[in-house]
């Protein structure tokens, strides 16, 4: 069983440029999440998907991020025109369809961390 | 707006002590409580708690939920250099937001040999 994979591991882009990162869920997953996390400071929600719906997005996704899960498996999250303040660890996790018991344990890949110069 | 809270947000032990992490919650139509541990890397699963009083178990590690109270505990006994880590607590609401987590600070736990 091969956990979450996230690619890439770094990235270090100048401000303005636009960025796009991958997230593979473990493969019986069916709902895949995004999560911001700055130093200091417990990951904070994004976005998630069910199969290739996009469910629920927080306020903190402006319209220069978008994300993506085109056929239900692996997603990507672009951010365009890159600032200063997007530079964090990019996490992304899944779990199983709700309903189950531990359908809520969400397990999560290595994060993509991005900095902007 | 659903609010983790966990204290101390620091904490420096000799191996061998017991430590005992804090998490307390407000949140509307609760479902679920998780702590998770995190490395340098990505948050690793520890427990995930749904009804109140019963304690989950794993090695020096143990974890119960006081609904009642809108809290939560690990416990971590005979510490190890090995679990210095930061300790996170996520809650799982229902109705519109169900899925998300959402996450405490952090409590950073430091073990010196």
């Known amino acids: 069983d091969t956990g979450v994979s996230q690619d890439p591991r770094h990235k270090i882009t100048k401000r303005g440029q636009n960025v796009t990162f991958r997230c593979d869920p473990i493969s019986e997953h069916n709902r895949l999440y995004w999560y911001r996390q700055t130093l200091g400071q417990g990951p904070e929600f994004l976005t998630y998907f069910q199969n290739e719906a996009q469910l629920e997005k927080s306020r903190l996704l402006s319209d220069r991020f978008s994300a993506e899960r085109p056929k239900g498996s692996f997603s990507t999250l672009e951010i365009q025109r890159t600032e200063q303040g997007d530079s964090a660890m990019y996490l992304c996790a899944s779990s199983r369809l709700a309903g189950g018991p531990g359908a809520e344990t969400q397990y999560f890949g290595p994060g993509t961390r991005l900095l902007v110069l | 707006e659903d609010k983790v809270v966990q204290s101390p947000l620091s904490l420096v032990v000799h191996e061998g002590d017991t430590v005992t992490l804090n998490c307390s919650y407000e949140?509307?139509?609760?479902?679920?409580l998780l702590w998770y541990k995190q490395e340098k890397k990505a948050p690793t699963f520890l427990f995930m708690l749904t009804s109140s009083g019963i304690e989950k178990k794993s090695g020096r590690l143990s974890s119960i939920l006081d609904k009642k109270e809108l809290s939560s505990i690990l416990n971590i006994t005979a510490t190890q250099t090995g679990d210095s880590a930061i300790y996170l607590c996520a809650v799982v609401a229902g109705g519109t937001s169900y899925g998300k987590l959402t996450f405490g600070q952090g409590t950073i736990l430091t073990v010196h040999p």
């Open positions: 949140v509307t139509n609760f479902r679920s």
